[in-house]
């Protein structure tokens, strides 16, 4: 055998070595592709047996607390400020004084326009004694008797203006920070301070259009704060009359007592909706849950396999969910390593205790 017939031999193997190792990796990862092939590896999981009890069927919803009645407080009028009469934080009754504006202007107009209401006053009583002596027409009376009229509104319009000069509580409640200083000079768009009607409050809220039907006013509902476990009640007053298109939520209001002063205004609040007692409701540890794009999922067990199913969910607590509708009781539920599993998957399954 010559040298160049060995050259063809060895690039023949070469060629033949090569291919063979194509098609046994080719061979191989399509093994490994098949759910139940010979490198697909059981999954660990633990799983628990779903069963039926007897639970009160609510809705967790987030809302936050309006006061009662809540205003800015600013003034009608512009001028210097002489006195302020409360403090920051003060508890203030319906009327007291809150500040007092310079008034010396005003007080001299009134005085000018008090005295021109005198004269035009006697202008009139003269007026009048002459026309009935036929001493003057009909039309100069008139004219008394008008400037009497207006002597007698320019008054009336500068009292008016006196009073606002003084700023008083329109409603009890609570002062918030002060804005201005004595000596300050304020108009309509000065913000003098804030007024909260707090013993009261308000709970807003927004009910998904699926359960709208179920609001009534009267209807009870509870809700709690941040870091306080406390469970305050509260009574539904007042429901929007139409469902948002943007959110497609309905806005339902309830009012609660607040003598404490415990609850502030602003404060986000996790109120919880009864909407009926469920006697064969099905509860799951809330890890079990895969939240997906157009709703929520779980596996269960079949066959050796993990099977999704879409769910319907309910109330929650700190470590369950309950189940409306996807799975019944007897079911086996998968309850770790959800979050990787995919349908069809080969599970090695050991129950929870």
């Given at each position: 055998?010559n040298k160049k017939?060995?050259i063809y031999?060895l690039l023949?193997?070469?060629v033949?070595?090569?291919?063979y190792f194509?098609?046994?990796?080719k061979?191989d990862?399509?093994?490994?592709d098949k759910?139940?092939?010979?490198k697909d590896?059981?999954?660990p999981a633990?799983?628990?047996i779903?069963?039926?009890?007897v639970?009160d069927r609510?809705?967790?919803?987030?809302g936050s607390i309006?006061?009662e009645?809540?205003v800015?407080?600013?003034?009608?009028?512009?001028?210097?400020?002489?006195?302020?009469?409360?403090s920051?934080?003060?508890?203030i009754?319906?009327?007291?004084?809150?500040?007092?504006i310079?008034?010396?202007?005003?007080?001299?107009q009134?005085?000018q326009?008090?005295?021109?209401?005198?004269l035009?006053?006697?202008n009139e009583?003269?007026?009048?004694?002459?026309?009935?002596?036929g001493a003057?027409s009909?039309?100069e009376?008139?004219?008394?008797?008008?400037a009497?009229?207006?002597?007698?509104?320019?008054?009336?319009?500068?009292q008016a203006?006196?009073?606002?000069?003084?700023?008083?509580a329109?409603?009890?409640?609570?002062?918030g920070l002060r804005?201005?200083?004595v000596?300050?000079?304020v108009?309509?768009?000065?913000?003098i301070t804030?007024?909260?009607k707090?013993?009261l409050v308000?709970?807003t809220?927004?009910?998904?259009?699926?359960y709208s039907n179920?609001?009534k006013i009267?209807?009870?509902?509870e809700f709690s704060?941040a870091n306080?476990p406390?469970?305050?009640?509260?009574n539904?007053?007042?429901?929007?009359p139409?469902?948002?298109l943007?959110?497609?939520?309905l806005?339902?209001r309830a009012?609660?007592t607040n003598d404490?002063g415990k609850?502030?205004?602003?404060?986000?609040v996790n109120?919880i909706v009864p909407i009926?007692v469920?006697?064969?409701?099905?509860?799951?540890?809330t890890?079990?849950?895969?939240?997906?794009?157009d709703g929520?999922?779980v596996f269960?067990l079949?066959?050796g396999l993990?099977?999704?199913?879409?769910?319907?969910?309910g109330a929650r607590?700190?470590k369950?969910i309950?189940i409306?509708?996807g799975?019944?009781a007897?079911?086996?539920?998968?309850?770790?390593g959800v979050?990787s599993?995919?349908?069809?998957a080969?599970?090695?399954?050991?129950?929870a205790n």
């Amino acid at each position: 055998m010559n040298k160049k017939s060995i050259i063809y031999l060895l690039l023949a193997c070469a060629v033949f070595g090569g291919g063979y190792f194509l098609i046994t990796a080719k061979k191989d990862k399509k093994e490994a592709d098949k759910p139940n092939g010979k490198k697909d590896m059981p999954v660990p999981a633990q799983a628990i047996i779903a069963k039926s009890s007897v639970a009160d069927r609510s809705i967790n919803l987030s809302g936050s607390i309006d006061a009662e009645e809540q205003v800015e407080i600013r003034s009608e009028v512009s001028g210097r400020i002489t006195k302020i009469y409360f403090s920051e934080g003060q508890r203030i009754k319906q009327g007291e004084p809150l500040i007092k504006i310079d008034d010396i202007e005003l007080q001299a107009q009134l005085r000018q326009a008090q005295t021109t209401n005198q004269l035009n006053a006697e202008n009139e009583r003269r007026a009048k004694l002459l026309l009935q002596k036929g001493a003057i027409s009909q039309e100069e009376f008139d004219i008394a008797s008008a400037a009497l009229k207006t002597s007698l509104a320019q008054i009336q319009l500068i009292q008016a203006q006196i009073s606002k000069t003084t700023i008083r509580a329109p409603f009890s409640g609570m002062i918030g920070l002060r804005n201005i200083s004595v000596g300050a000079i304020v108009s309509s768009s000065t913000l003098i301070t804030n007024l909260v009607k707090d013993n009261l409050v308000k709970i807003t809220f927004a009910v998904p259009e699926k359960y709208s039907n179920i609001i009534k006013i009267n209807m009870p509902i509870e809700f709690s704060v941040a870091n306080d476990p406390t469970v305050i009640k509260a009574n539904i007053y007042a429901v929007e009359p139409q469902v948002s298109l943007n959110t497609r939520t309905l806005t339902v209001r309830a009012r609660a007592t607040n003598d404490q002063g415990k609850l502030k205004v602003g404060s986000f609040v996790n109120v919880i909706v009864p909407i009926e007692v469920e006697n064969d409701a099905i509860s799951i540890p809330t890890e079990a849950i895969v939240p997906v794009q157009d709703g929520k999922k779980v596996f269960v067990l079949q066959h050796g396999l993990a099977k999704e199913v879409k769910v319907e969910t309910g109330a929650r607590t700190d470590k369950d969910i309950v189940i409306l509708s996807g799975i019944s009781a007897g079911d086996t539920v998968l309850t770790t390593g959800v979050l990787s599993l995919k349908d069809g998957a080969k599970v090695k399954v050991s129950l929870a205790n």
